[in-house]
Nanobody
């Protein structure tokens, strides 16, 4: 059974940092392109980042470039999203998902983890 579990969210002040984790069971993450997307109340889902399984290429939406970093630890079967210089507009539920071709066509995703940026 394919399962993804996100963790690491929380409440942080503007300018702070969080590291989100995406752990997989039932399959090996390094066989898939893995993306992160977010959804804020009343807003559409937004693709945030993706990491390719073929060559490790990474992709970011413009609003997080230079602040977020996606990475993977194949030994731990985990993908991470390091988020620095957080802004209130980053507040959302963050999900990791299989993302074929890093095209934001998500197949499987977890339950999400809440990130709240507020003073």
């Amino acid at each position: 059974q394919v399962q993804l579990v996100e963790s690491g969210g929380g409440l942080v002040q503007p300018g702070g940092s969080l590291r989100l984790s995406c752990a997989a069971s039932g399959f090996t993450l390094d066989s898939y392109d893995i993306g992160w997307f977010r959804q804020a109340p009343g807003k559409e889902r937004e693709g945030v980042s993706c990491i390719s399984n073929s060559d490790g290429s990474t992709y970011y939406t413009d609003s997080v470039k230079g602040r977020f970093t996606i990475s993977r630890d194949n030994a731990k079967n985990t993908v991470y999203l390091q988020m620095n210089s957080l802004k209130p507009e980053d507040t959302a539920v963050y999900y990791c998902a299989t993302d074929p071709g890093c095209s934001m066509r998500y197949d499987y995703w977890g339950q999400g983890t809440q990130v709240t940026v507020s003073s």
